[in-house]
């Protein structure tokens, strides 16, 4: 101790409850950068296949079906292809029957999409018919590009609605205005849909048996649709798939045996060797 005075602690100044916060208040909830690119690439596929749907609107007109039959094509059958079969089908005069035959035949792809898309989507009970009736090229394709199961809901989620309503909206503009319209091919809108499919397919085929099977797939197609109804060639393009499946595997079998055979033939040598070095040492 030498006597010098211990300075008693100093106190610490009182809070003032009108200061400003010293810490920064936390972000804003902003969307992850994935989800806007989903978002994204969505409402643009959205766009552009929605607005074909005037071309559909002034040709099922100009096929004689009136505004309320064409919205209900749209509402409730709500697959391109098959609603542009059913009315070019009664367009050229032909039967109802075989014009819905037709339509129906186009729209069965859709159950195969389904197939995979209840996988990989997983969607709760109570919204399945909903899902069901969006699955469609577009909202499939967007769908399985994704990474994971998040964005391809919300992919196949955004497509959907964007291309249902746009779709609807424009169909009935379209059958509306269709004398003034005139032919939707004078403008280009009939081949809006078939390119942007084809457009998100072509990144998808990634390997030699995805690129053989589209190419076989619109060889078959092409060949069979001057012979077939509408609807029956692109089902037989499916046959595509396990033609190439199964040619693909008889190769990796092939490829096997060769280097089964390569591999019991380089054994061989390798036993004639060592022996040889054991006969050289005794």
Known sequence: MNGSAIPAP????????????????????????????VVRDA?????????????FGVTS?????SV???????????????QFALVGALAAGGNPLTAAAGAFFLGVRNAFYGLRLGQLLRVPRRVRPLAAHWIIDET??????QDNRRAARLGFTVTGAAVYLLWNLTTLLGALGAGALGDPRAWGLDAAGPAVFLALLGPMLRTFAERATAVLAVVLAMALLPVLPAGLPVLLAALAAPAVLLLDGWRSRSADARAGARGEARTVEERMVEERMVEGER
């Open 68 to 82: 309320a039959q064409t919205c209900a094509l749209s509402l409730l059958v709500f697959t391109g292809a098959s």
């Open 43 to 55: 409402l643009g596929v959205g766009v552009a296949v929605g607005l074909s749907g005037f071309a």
């Open 61 to 65: 007109a100009g096929a004689g079906l």
């Open 140 to 145: 499939a394709a967007v769908a399985l590009a």
């Open 10 to 37: 100093q106190a610490a100044p009182a809070a003032n409850p009108d200061a400003a916060p010293t810490t920064a208040p936390p972000p804003r909830d902003t969307a992850p950068p994935d989800d806007r690119r």
